[in-house]
């Protein structure tokens, strides 16, 4: 949402496709005077906030009960199995972008926090559905919060799409103008840091919270893991 954000304020009025298609497009027009992209990531946060902080009042404190239905059990089971299946692809999706052959420029903040918004969200929203499907005793509630969780962490991927579902002239803009190899990323990177003591400070400083990411990555499937046996028994 970031590196949209600053691709409107940088080239989007200058993209040349979408002078040719000759529309006016609100989501373009008014994705760079009312921050749209941004709206969607603080949207993204408070939905979460609001929910987690629902549940955290909501939960009597009692960590294994085992007084659930065998219905409820059932659920957290199967959670836990497919959060574990998917925790898989989001470690893929970490790695795979070394081999990507052009990829979002790394000497800029906004990808960085991008990338970190990608994945951490992904990892607290499963987490925070295994939480949720443990401590709600109602399967109708366990299933609407869980589907909650699931709709705010693929809004900003729903805008993405909707937006160069209209505007594949700036698709194909950024992936041409504005994504580089990984040779080229580890260039600028390099560049930037002799341009920058200000980057330089700000990519050393998240040195520590992104081996944190991928170390909790690497975890998540074992936490699954333990949810899909631990939970049933406890709930």
Not at 5 to 24: C, D, I, P, S, W
Not at 80 to 108: A, E, P, Q
Not at 175 to 193: F, G, H, P, T
């Amino acid at each position: 949402m970031f590196s949209l954000f600053a691709y409107h304020v940088t080239r989007g009025y200058k993209n040349q496709e979408l002078k040719k298609t000759n529309k006016v497009f609100c989501s373009h027009i008014f994705s760079l005077f009312f921050a749209l992209p941004i709206l969607i990531f603080i949207s993204q946060w408070m939905l979460y906030i609001g929910l987690i902080a629902h549940e955290i009042n909501a939960f009597d404190g009692v960590y294994c009960p085992n007084k659930s239905s065998i219905e409820n059990k059932l659920i957290i089971a199967a959670t836990g199995i497919i959060y574990f299946v998917r925790s898989f692809f989001i470690w893929d999706s970490l790695t795979s972008r070394i081999g990507l052959k052009k990829m979002n420029r790394v000497d800029k903040i906004p990808a960085i926090i991008d990338t970190f918004q990608e994945f951490l969200f992904s990892l607290i929203v499963y987490g925070a559905n295994l939480w949720i499907v443990f401590v709600e005793d109602d399967i109708q509630n366990m299933i609407l919060n869980s589907l909650a969780m699931e709709f705010l962490m693929q809004l900003d991927n729903e805008f993405q799409e909707m937006y160069f579902n209209y505007l594949p002239g700036a698709a194909e803009d950024i992936y041409d103008n504005i994504y580089v190899s990984y040779k080229e990323n580890r260039a600028l990177l390099e560049d930037k840091y002799r341009e920058s003591k200000c980057f330089k400070c700000f990519s050393y400083s998240i040195w520590v919270p992104y081996k944190i990411l991928v170390l909790a990555t690497f975890v998540f499937p074992i936490v699954c893991l333990f949810m899909t046996i631990a939970g049933p028994i406890c709930k």
